[in-house]
């Protein structure tokens, strides 16, 4: 079975940035995603990458976080700039095969 494993995370205030890591035991194939759950919230999909490398984001996102792939090192990331409070969460990612990773926090305090 494929593992999915997230890092990254950490304390940051708002306006600085943060890189999310996704590390998967196996090589990437077809579309990948980062959702993310706040505390008492569901969870939401934040941006995906799919097999042609186009990518899709929430509009609660655009412009601010950028997903990428690294197929020789088989990980997704999510560069995440201009944080915000809101953006609070733990951060997760998901394989076209319905794979999850356990998540990684993200507190932006202020």
């Known amino acids: 079975q494929v593992q999915l494993a997230e890092s990254g995370g950490g304390l940051v205030q708002p306006g600085e940035s943060l890189r999310l890591s996704c590390a998967t035991s196996?090589?990437?194939?077809?579309?990948m995603s980062w959702y993310r759950q706040a505390s008492g919230k569901q969870r939401e999909l934040v941006a995906i990458?799919?097999?042609?490398?186009?990518?899709d984001y929430s509009p609660a996102v655009k412009g601010r976080f950028t997903i990428s792939r690294d197929n020789a090192k088989n990980t997704v990331y999510l560069q995440m700039n201009n944080l915000r409070p809101e953006d609070t969460a733990t951060y997760s990612c998901l394989d076209a095969y319905n794979n999850w990773g356990p998540g990684t926090q993200v507190t932006v305090s202020s």
């Open positions: 990458i799919y097999g042609d490398d186009s990518t």
């Open positions: 196996g090589k990437i194939f077809g579309r």
